[in-house]
């Protein structure tokens, strides 16, 4: 099952709300991410989890707060958001070896949650 | 750093004809990976096919298949035997052995014609 899955599809937010966004998956992998993508451009990275821990945030604004609760599940909490930030925001993960052990680190999509603030 | 191009922003075949689309990118490094995306309008991003560096046989997943050129920094990907289903936007990706990140190209939109 290479299934990455995301909740809910579609939202719309006022700038004053808080909202969370949710990404799971059974597929054993121990990476997990957030993406952000604007119509007709490529993903451009938000956060990394590695282990359930973050590993990498691209200098993410505070608005935007990751959770990791265990290695299937990736929250993203959204508040104060601003119109800028409407976009798809998608989810990956993958497959992660400790050690020196070679691996091809390819990262498997869900579907993606389209946000909209208002 | 690394980059990746993507030169042609749209492509169009005819259906069951042969399409190629571009990708260079540039790297000081000797062990990375190379990735194919597809994203249709569905929008999820659908792994295509991937490359490892160190091998020199180019890769192969059914109609799919890529002209990996180390030495020019090309990595191009073929698609045969077009269907009216591989009408997508495609990245190309790439990402450093032992690393998390992913850099991808600007995108090239395919479509396809009956």
């Known amino acids: 099952d290479t299934e990455v899955t995301q909740t809910p599809k579609h939202l719309v937010m006022g700038m004053t709300n808080k909202k969370s966004l949710k990404c799971e998956q059974h597929?054993?992998?121990?990476?997990m991410y957030w993406y952000k993508q604007k119509a007709k451009k490529p993903p451009e990275l938000m956060f990394v989890?590695?282990?359930?821990?973050?590993?990498i945030n691209e200098s993410v604004p505070s608005r935007f707060s990751p959770e990791c609760p265990n290695s299937s599940l990736l929250n993203l909490h959204l508040h104060a958001l601003q119109p800028e930030d409407s976009a798809l925001y998608l989810c990956?993960?993958?497959?992660?070896?400790?050690?020196?052990?070679?691996?091809?680190?390819?990262?498997?999509f869900g579907p993606g949650t389209r946000l909209t603030v208002t | 750093a690394q980059t990746v191009t993507q030169s042609q922003p749209e492509m169009s075949v005819q259906e069951a004809e042969t399409v190629t689309l571009s990708c260079t990118y540039d790297t000081s490094e000797s062990d990375y990976y190379l990735f194919w995306y597809k994203q249709p309008p569905s929008r999820q991003m659908i792994l295509v096919i991937r490359q490892e560096a160190y091998k020199q046989q180019n890769a192969t997943e059914n109609r799919f298949s890529v002209n990996f050129q180390k030495a020019a920094k090309s990595f191009s990907l073929k698609i045969s035997d077009s269907q009216l289903g591989d009408a997508a936007m495609y990245f190309c990706?790439?990402?450093?052995?032992?690393?998390?990140?992913?850099?991808f190209g600007t995108g090239t939109r395919l479509q396809v014609f009956p």
């Open positions: 597929m054993g992998h121990r990476a």
């Open positions: 989890y590695s282990y359930e821990k973050l590993s």
């Open positions: 990956a993960s993958s497959q992660r070896t400790s050690g020196t052990a070679r691996a091809t680190y390819e990262q498997y």
């Open positions: 990706a790439y990402s450093s052995y032992n690393t998390d990140k992913l850099i």
